[in-house]
Structure formats: structure tokens, C-alpha cells
């Protein structure tokens, strides 16, 4: 029997790791659980884990309003120190790049317990770009002893950064787990319902490199589009930090075919991508889901870390400039071989097995 413990803070977190929980946990003769959460997000991460029925074993209930990362470092540091001493797991597992992954798995090796990295290999080789989360990976990827890579390009850079290949095990993305039970045929929402007989653009964004004026002159791109294309109608669930918000009330405010609304839950957000025409976004989890439901994504980011959904032709990288958005955006509504090459499905990310793959790997 292995005693394993999931730490995780953030929504993508949570949306990726608790299909893996629910795996081990299947599994009751392998596996002693204990899952940790350490609260970096409050109520987006309460969400997805009663979507998914998660009730956590340990809660650090860190979130504070307009939290810095000293604060967020600091809190993960202690507390997890507490809870590795009284529960020495054989194996800590983190997800991704948030700063709850780099100081939870901080805590796992000054603690002297093995830490598996689920999500691990991920680059762009600019420390600024995404900020703080390529410092994140890279950091927690020094020390960890397991490294659950989602494609074959992750686990080459990996592998090329003195990883021992037999600790490095390529097994898809978990996000994509979580996909295969979400989407449904007869799915309905009372804002896609008012959305009837027009396209439904998706936008999202957070990244805090983005903050300030180059989110704003997204926005701008976007209204430009909109106003030229009444045929279209934006969702936009928007992000609880309340910079974010700022931002996109200055910007949109009194544009009545762009609904700013609350974030959705999970089942709903993806239901969302799986009726909308095209996604405006800069997350990086929605660069994983968009290429298995053949949704063209504009990321808004001048780096990706997914270069499989690039090549899949999903995604397309067009930066933080406003007249470049501006044309990638309305080039992708009016040039039906553009849309053509960029809707078509593709599973560059796994086929939905990967927590099993993760849970046999562990029992090994
Ligand atoms: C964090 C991660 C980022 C990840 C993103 C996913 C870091 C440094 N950043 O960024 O890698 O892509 O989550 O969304 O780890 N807030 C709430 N309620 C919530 C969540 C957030 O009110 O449920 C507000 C709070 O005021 C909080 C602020 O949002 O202080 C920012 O949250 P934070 O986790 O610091 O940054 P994110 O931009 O969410
Ligand atoms: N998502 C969600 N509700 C929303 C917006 C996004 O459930 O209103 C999901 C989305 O499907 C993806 C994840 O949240 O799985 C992405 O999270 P986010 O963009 O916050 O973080 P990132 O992936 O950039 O770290």
C-alpha cells in the first residue's frame, strides 16, 4: 500500500488532478489517499471540487485579496511543512506551474519525501514569459523524482535537462480526463440560449504579465471585431482577481453583445468551448481542451508552453498588440480556409487515460 498525497490551489489544478484523485482512490487496496489543498483560489477551486466530489483531507485557506507571491510562497512553505511532518506520504504529487506547485513541492524536498510533477516538461525557456509559472516548472523539475510528462516534445525537454529517462513517463493530460465526461449533446445554458442564431465567441484572461495595458488592448481588439461583426456575441466568464475585472469593465462596459458574467463551472465552461465558434484566451489549460473539440483558439500571449496545438493547427499565437489581434481575429471570421484549417479535432494531449496511466505507474 503507497500513501500518496495530491497537492493542489488554483482551478486548473483542481481540474486536472481530480480525475487522478478519483483514479487512487478507485483503487482503495494500492492506494492510501490524502488530498491537500493549499486555497491559492477560494471559491474557483471550491467549485471544481464539488464538480468533481472531492472533498479535501487538508485545507491551507491561504487566498487573500490581491495576493502577491511572497504571500502565496510563504503560506504554502509553512503549512505544508506542518502536514508532510505528521503525514510522511512515500510520494507528494504537485500539478503544473502555480506557485502553489513551486512551494508545495519545495516543502515535499526540504521534507525530505519524493515528489512526482503531473503536467512536468512544459517550456518556453523565458523565464519572463509566462510569469512567475516558467520559473515554477523548471524549479520543482530540478528535484522531483517522478516526471508524468503529457506528450512526447515535454518529455524530451526534460530529458535534455539531465532528467533519467526512467523516471520521466509520457501519459497525455489529465485535462483531457476530465473532458471525456463533461461535453454533452443536449446540453443547454439560459446565456447560450440568448446567444441563438449568432456566434459565440469564448474569452477568457488572467496571466499577470498580462495585467495593466496589454490586457486592455486585447479588449480593444476584441470591441473593434465585435462592433464590425453583429452577428457575433461574446461570452466572457471572467477571472475573480480583481484586476481582471477592473480591466474588462473599462474596457467593454456598455457593450451589450459582450456578457460579462461570473466564472463558469466546470461541466459548463466546457460545454461552452464545445458550442462556441472560436476562443479569445490567454490560459494555458484551454490550450489543451480546444485541439480535442476542434475549436480555433487565438492566445493572447507572445509564448506558449503547447507547441503540439500549434502544430495541430488549433492555435495561434497572436501576442498582446491590439492591431494584431485585430486582424488575426477578423481574418478568422471572414476567411472560411483559415477557420477550415484551424477547427479541425486533434488529440495531441492524450486520449483521456492519463490518470489511470499516472495510477498504474505509482503502483509500480
Ligand atoms: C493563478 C496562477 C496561474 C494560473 C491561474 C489560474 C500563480 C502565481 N498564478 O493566477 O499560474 O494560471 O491561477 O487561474 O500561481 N481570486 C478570488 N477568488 C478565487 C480566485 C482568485 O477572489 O477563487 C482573486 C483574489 O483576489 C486573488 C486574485 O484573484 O488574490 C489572484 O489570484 P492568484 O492565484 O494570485 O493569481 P491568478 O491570476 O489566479
Ligand atoms: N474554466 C472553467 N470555468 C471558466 C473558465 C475556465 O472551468 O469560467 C476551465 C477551463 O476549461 C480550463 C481551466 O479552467 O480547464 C483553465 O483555467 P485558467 O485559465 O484559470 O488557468 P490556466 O490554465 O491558464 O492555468
Not at 500571449?301 to 507547441?307: A, S
Given at each position: 500500500m503507497k500513501k500518496i498525497m495530491l497537492v493542489f490551489g488554483t482551478r486548473p489544478e483542481a481540474i486536472k488532478m481530480c480525475p487522478l484523485v478519483l483514479e487512487l482512490k478507485s483503487r482503495p487496496e494500492e492506494f492510501d489517499v490524502r488530498v491537500c489543498v493549499t486555497g491559492q483560489h477560494r471559491q474557483m477551486l471550491h467549485a471544481v471540487l464539488e464538480a468533481f466530489g472531492v472533498t479535501p483531507?487538508?485545507?491551507?485557506?491561504?487566498m487573500a485579496p490581491g495576493q502577491t507571491l511572497f504571500h502565496i510562497t510563504e503560506k504554502v512553505l509553512s503549512g505544508m511543512k506542518e502536514i508532510l511532518e505528521k503525514e510522511r506520504p512515500d510520494v507528494l504529487l504537485v500539478h503544473g506551474d502555480t506557485t502553489t506547485t513551486f512551494a508545495a513541492g519545495l516543502a515535499g524536498f526540504y521534507s525530505g519525501v519524493e515528489v512526482g510533477h503531473v503536467?512536468?516538461?512544459?517550456?518556453?525557456?523565458?523565464?519572463?514569459s509566462p510569469f512567475p509559472e516558467e520559473f515554477n516548472r523548471q524549479a520543482v523539475d530540478i528535484f522531483t523524482k517522478y516526471s508524468f510528462a503529457p506528450t512526447e516534445t515535454s518529455a524530451g525537454n526534460l530529458i535534455r535537462e539531465g532528467k533519467d529517462p526512467k523516471t520521466v513517463y509520457v501519459t497525455g493530460n489529465t485535462a483531457i480526463d476530465a473532458l471525456k465526461t463533461t461535453v454533452r449533446e443536449n446540453y443547454t445554458h439560459p446565456e447560450l440560449e440568448k446567444a441563438a442564431g449568432r456566434r459565440v465567441i469564448l474569452i477568457t484572461a488572467h496571466r499577470r504579465e498580462n495585467l495593466g495595458e496589454p490586457m486592455k488592448n486585447c479588449f480593444r481588439a476584441i470591441k473593434r471585431v465585435m462592433a464590425e461583426h453583429p452577428d457575433l456575441y461574446a461570452i466572457y466568464p471572467i477571472h475573480m482577481n480583481p484586476l481582471v475585472r477592473a480591466a474588462a469593465d473599462e474596457v467593454f462596459a456598455g457593450e451589450e453583445r459582450i456578457r460579462l458574467i461570473e466564472p463558469l463551472d466546470v461541466l459548463d465552461f466546457h460545454n461552452f468551448m464545445a458550442r462556441s465558434h472560436l476562443i479569445l484566451t490567454d490560459s494555458g489549460g484551454i490550450q489543451e481542451e480546444a485541439p480535442s473539440l476542434g475549436k480555433p483558439v487565438l492566445v493572447m500571449?507572445?509564448?506558449?508552453?503547447?507547441?503540439e496545438g500549434v502544430a495541430a493547427g488549433t492555435l495561434k499565437l497572436v501576442g498582446t498588440e491590439e492591431e494584431t489581434i485585430y486582424e488575426a481575429f477578423t481574418k478568422l471570421l471572414t476567411d472560411e480556409a483559415e477557420y477550415e484549417k484551424m477547427s479541425r479535432a486533434s488529440n495531441p494531449y492524450g486520449d483521456g487515460t492519463a490518470s489511470r496511466q499516472i495510477a498504474d505507474i505509482l503502483a509500480r
Open positions: 483531507d487538508f485545507d491551507l485557506d491561504l503536467e512536468a516538461g512544459l517550456r518556453t525557456y523565458n523565464v519572463h500571449r507572445d509564448t506558449t508552453e503547447r507547441p
